[in-house]
């Protein structure tokens, strides 16, 4: 399994060059970009495919690998929006993860499907954002890139089998889920769900998380939370995944850099490499 580390790991405004020099100091093997909002450093929705194959070659020349995309921008429009016009709006940003990811070479994208609230009912968001994805699959088919369905909290697809179910419903091999360990914690044991979506996992973000405290503060740096890690290495083993373990954690206050470094020792530890 591969090193990995997201945009979100370094501090707001870090320039690219910085952030890849340090990722590559720090061991990592690659780097998934954030799809910004406008004025943010690298690629947001304005980002050309000539930037972003500008952006692709800074990186290799780092000697790393941009394999994954990710994006915060569908909170603000998510797919499952009551408002056609917000739903347009999350589609375009699917679109440009997918543009992007071709230019850069990355093979997947990562997307929130919709959300749960007081405004959209359970049943509501499954059946528009699943309509909204069979939109945007013959887009990824075009550009051979990947739609990976992240768990998140977002009060929805709350079990391994419906998730299974759900990315299973569109019989396409660009669709399928970008699964994140941490977020499982709170309502499920991450082994488990590994072991039921199988070769559905195109990815895998890492964080660690306490449940006992009940709230996003939980979130706590790799190692020091209540992910088995050793069985999730075993899981991820027995389903033959041998690509990015993504960390997506929060920054130190003081020297945030320094997050970047631990961190990816921390990975070596959880892919079996040991504690240095």
Same mark, same amino acid.
């Given at each position: 399994m591969l090193k990995g580390v997201n945009q979100w790991c370094f501090p707001t405004g870090t320039p690219l060059e910085q952030l890849f020099a340090v990722s590559r100091d720090a061991g990592y093997d690659a780097v998934e970009l954030n799809v910004n909002p406008e004025g943010e450093v690298g690629l947001t929705m304005e980002t050309t495919a000539s930037e972003a194959e500008a952006i692709a070659k800074l990186a290799r020349d780092n000697g790393l690998q941009l394999r994954s995309i990710s994006t915060s921008l569908l909170w603000r429009s998510p797919l499952s929006a009551d408002d056609p016009a917000v739903r347009e709006q999350g589609r375009r940003v699917v679109i440009k993860q997918l543009e992007l990811a071709e230019a850069i070479g990355a093979d997947t994208v990562l997307v929130v499907p919709g959300a749960v %609230?007081?405004?959209?009912?359970?049943? $509501?968001?499954?059946? +528009?954002? +699943? !309509?909204? =994805?069979?939109?945007? $699959?013959?887009?990824?088919?075009k550009r051979n890139v990947r739609i990976g369905v992240e768990n998140v909290w977002n009060k929805f697809l709350l079990s391994p089998l419906e998730m299974r179910d759900y990315v299973d419903y569109f019989r396409s091999k660009h669709v399928g889920v970008y699964f994140d360990a941490g977020n499982i914690l709170a309502y499920g044991f991450p082994q488990q769900w590994i072991r039921i979506l199988g070769e559905r996992i195109f990815k895998v973000h890492v964080k660690d998380f306490r449940p006992s405290v009940g709230t996003g503060h939980g979130f706590v740096p790799l190692l020091s939370g209540d992910v088995n890690w050793t069985a999730v290495r075993e899981a991820l083993q027995e389903i033959g995944?041998?690509?990015?373990?993504?960390?997506? $954690? !929060?920054?130190? %206050?003081?020297?945030? =850099?320094q997050t970047v470094y631990d961190t990816a020792r921390h990975i070596g530890v959880i892919i079996g490499e040991g504690a240095r």
């Open positions: %609230n007081e405004q959209t009912s359970y049943d $509501v968001c499954y059946e +528009r954002s +699943r !309509g909204e =994805l069979e939109l945007l $699959v013959k887009e990824a088919e995944y041998s690509d990015t373990l993504t960390a997506e $954690v !929060g920054i130190y %206050n003081e020297t945030p =850099l």
